[in-house]
């Protein structure tokens, strides 16, 4: 999924960095689409353009996203289970 | 300011086999702080889409794990597809079966059943989660709005936004 916009990105990357630091970009297919201050604005005009489908909104950013999901990563979600049932009672 | 306040009751099963009430103290221990969700489409994405006439699929209802390990948020990716929701990005995550698998990034809207608590994800990470009986992972990114507070002495939680 999204393999021509990632490479675009990674081909536009360090030029991007000097013209547009810390900007939201709209890739779609090879195109450049638009340029935004936050990421609301790009999904807006994104959605706008194209409804549904599929595009790449990333940073213009030298480092990558820093992602930890230690639950995940080391298969931590309900590691010791015990078959318990249960249900939530909430009050607002 | 809505605030959430939970506690949880459990059952478990003795050695024999007949079910016991479990204490609110074990049922947080064992399932963590949990809450209903719906899943939806992103609001800035709704909004343009009700724009132009397209309507809008029926959000899917769900169990949230709130995750303060998390860095970022994440939904079951199942959900995301029938939710047909845009792919915005694609990350590397390790996971506990792959050391360095690509998930899609999609935006997404969370909110709390019975309460008006709605989380606007920008890039939640698809995931597969359902089959832990779990359908979000709501991490620090959504965090960050919000207050939290974990009594495990009572076996409660409350969190407000």
């Given amino acids: ?92 | 300011m809505p605030i959430l306040h939970t506690q949880l009751t459990a059952q478990g099963q003795t050695p024999d086999g007949s079910a016991i009430h479990l204490p609110s103290t074990i049922a947080l221990i064992q399932r963590g702080p949990i809450v209903q969700v719906t899943i939806g489409v992103e609001q800035n994405i709704a909004q343009q889409l009700l724009l132009q006439g397209i309507p809008l699929p029926q959000p899917v209802p769900g169990i949230a794990l709130i995750d303060t390990g998390a860095t970022s948020t994440c939904i079951d990716e199942a959900i995301a597809q029938k939710l047909k929701l845009p792919v915005v990005d694609v990350v590397s995550i390790a996971s506990a079966s792959h050391a360095d698998s690509k998930q899609n990034v999609y935006p997404a809207l969370i909110e709390v059943v019975g309460i008006a608590i709605k989380f606007n994800a920008l890039r939640a990470i698809g995931v597969p989660l359902a089959n832990q009986g779990i359908h979000v992972l709501i991490g620090r990114d959504l965090l960050q709005i919000c207050t939290l507070f974990y009594n495990g002495m009572i076996g409660s939680f409350t969190l407000s936004i």
């Avoid at chain 1, 936050?38 to 909104?57: M, P």
């Fill in chain 1, 1 to 92: 999924m999204l393999e021509k916009e990632l490479a675009f990105y990674e081909k536009n990357l360090s030029n991007w960095l000097r013209e547009y630091p810390g900007k939201f970009v709209i890739i779609k297919d090879e195109e450049l689409v638009g340029v935004f201050d936050t990421n609301e604005q790009a999904l807006s005009a994104a959605a706008s353009r194209f409804g549904l489908d599929s595009y790449l909104i990333r940073r213009i950013q030298k480092k990558s996203e820093d992602i930890k999901l230690p639950a995940l990563t080391l298969g931590l979600l309900y590691a010791n289970p015990t078959h318990a049932t249960y249900s939530t009672r909430t009050n607002a």
